[in-house]
């Protein structure tokens, strides 16, 4: 449903990007099924709480922690086959990836498959404050392309995660209305951890 015109595809042009080799995380990036067990009940020590937000701790807690290492480890060894599943991965950043308000339209175990990710500099892309959406007024961090040849593209950190087809395309329809749709080579993308490479 979207207008084609409004649509950008990265390739890859290269034959292999070198790997950013930045381990964000130490250890494992998601808690054991032991660790997740014991964090949810101990919420408080590991989710800050607003004074009105005592009595919804369990169910914060679940929105900034959905799953644990082995659940998740599951979800990704699943084969990966578009036409039966429908599904394709998106990589986000700032409220696209807010545990706080979700991506809309994901399934429970899509939201358990929110991975930090790498988007490498070799893509040419750099974060600046360039979009701002008229009616409401707002100020936001894009993308912008570096030309080739001239220096400060960036390493982005941002999350993947799994959503249907057509869920994809309504939220760029709406919600994300006035941004450029990209499709990015898989080669430029990196995961924090190496245990959650998909």
Known sequence: G???????????????????????FKGTLFPTRDEWLYMRDHYED????????QY????????????Y?????????????????RVVWMFGYGSLISPESPPHGLSEDQRKQIIPYWLKKQAGYRRVW????GPVGINAL????????KGGAMDIAGCVYPMDYEKASDLFSFREEGYELLLVDADYFEPMHP???L
């Open 195 to 197: 245990d959650y490479e």
């Open 46 to 53: 590991y989710i800050t709480l607003l004074p009105w937000e």
């Open 130 to 133: 360039n979009y701002r959406h």
């Open 2 to 24: 979207r207008d084609t015109t409004t649509v950008k595809i990265k390739k890859n042009r290269e034959s292999k990007i070198p790997a950013i080799g930045q381990s964000v």
């Open 69 to 85: 290492r082995e659940e998740i480890k599951t979800l990704l060894s699943e084969p990966y086959d578009f036409e039966t599943k």
């Open 56 to 67: 919804y701790g369990p169910e914060k807690f679940l929105k900034w922690y959905p799953s």
């Open 142 to 149: 894009g993308l912008e392309e570096v030309p080739e040849g």
